[in-house]
């Protein structure tokens, strides 16, 4: 299965910017969903992730309250709307595929390429 971030793009704080995570090969129906973020000189950090029937989510305390993951089956891609941006926020973002959600990178089998969202002062 192939992954592909895309949406990312430079705003100023306070701007939103909705990424999509679609995914070719494979569907998403019977998989959980991660978005990933690693900032330069940083480790990856979890963002948000979502189950296959959208009933699980799960987010990165840091994130709560701004950002909302979503899926759409029938167009096998999940999105990630991330809404009152900071410069924190600046980082490349990935999407990437795995059995159960959860905030361990370990736990997903297939990565996209990231997308990079950088958010000016």
């Known amino acids: 299965v192939q992954l592909q971030a895309s949406g990312g793009g430079l705003v100023q704080t306070g701007a939103s910017l909705r990424l999509s995570c679609t995914a070719f090969g494979r569907t998403f129906s019977s998989n959980a969903i991660g978005w990933f973020r690693q900032a330069p000189d940083k480790e990856r950090e979890f963002v948000a992730g979502i189950s296959w029937s959208g009933r699980q989510i799960l987010y990165a305390d840091s994130v709560k309250g701004r950002f909302t993951i979503s899926k759409n089956n029938a167009e096998n891609t999940v999105y990630l709307q991330m809404n009152s941006l900071t410069p924190e926020d600046t980082a490349v973002y990935s999407c990437?595929?795995?059995?159960?959600?959860?905030?361990?990178?370990?736990?997903?089998?297939?990565w996209g390429q990231g997308t990079q969202v950088t958010v000016s002062s």
């Open positions: 990437a595929d795995g059995g159960v959600v959860t905030d361990t990178p370990g736990q997903y089998n297939y």
